[in-house]
């Protein structure tokens, strides 16, 4: 009985912390002709990830600065923060991104390699609770 019942207490966790770890996502599209479609998810601890469509791998983000901006004292203060991603160690690329409140102004995405920039726009139509739907059935998944 105190098996069975520490079992279910250890799922209730479990569960509690698959549902918590993430906080927040956006859908974005950018690119030429619009063809690029991410994920972006702020995580409980801090960092975040980034899902490519039609990619089931995520990449993982982590904030390297941040700066604050007040417009205006009864707007929501200007977030400008700067995101590396690293693959086994090494910068892969950053990711430049503006947000008020709960809007991304803007998302721009520099390859370490060569310095190329991608810019991206918050796709508001694209975005479901389970993550987000672009046109033709190419989705991201907020849960794995």
């Known amino acids: 009985m105190i ?6 207490v250890l799922i ?8 918590a770890s993430a906080q927040d996502h956006r859908c974005l599209t950018g690119g030429r002709n619009d063809g690029i479609h991410l994920l972006w998810r702020w995580l409980d601890d801090g960092s ?11 990449l993982q983000v982590q904030q390297v600065s941040q700066e604050t901006t007040v417009l205006d004292e009864d707007r929501p203060y ?8 690293r693959i086994d160690g090494r910068l892969n690329g950053r990711y430049h991104l503006s947000t008020q409140g709960a809007l991304v102004l803007d998302l ?10 991608t810019t991206f726009h918050d796709d508001s139509e694209a975005w479901q609770e389970d993550g ?13």
């Open 3 to 8: 098996r069975r019942v520490l079992v279910l």
């Open 12 to 19: 209730g966790l479990l569960a509690d912390t698959a549902a």
């Open 48 to 58: 975040a990830d980034v899902q490519y469509a039609g990619q089931r791998g995520r």
């Open 78 to 85: 200007q977030f400008d923060s700067v995101w590396e991603e």
């Open 108 to 117: 721009s995405y520099e390859r370490a390699r060569d310095g190329r920039r």
């Open 132 to 144: 987000c739907h672009w046109p033709g059935g190419v989705a991201a998944r907020v849960v794995d």
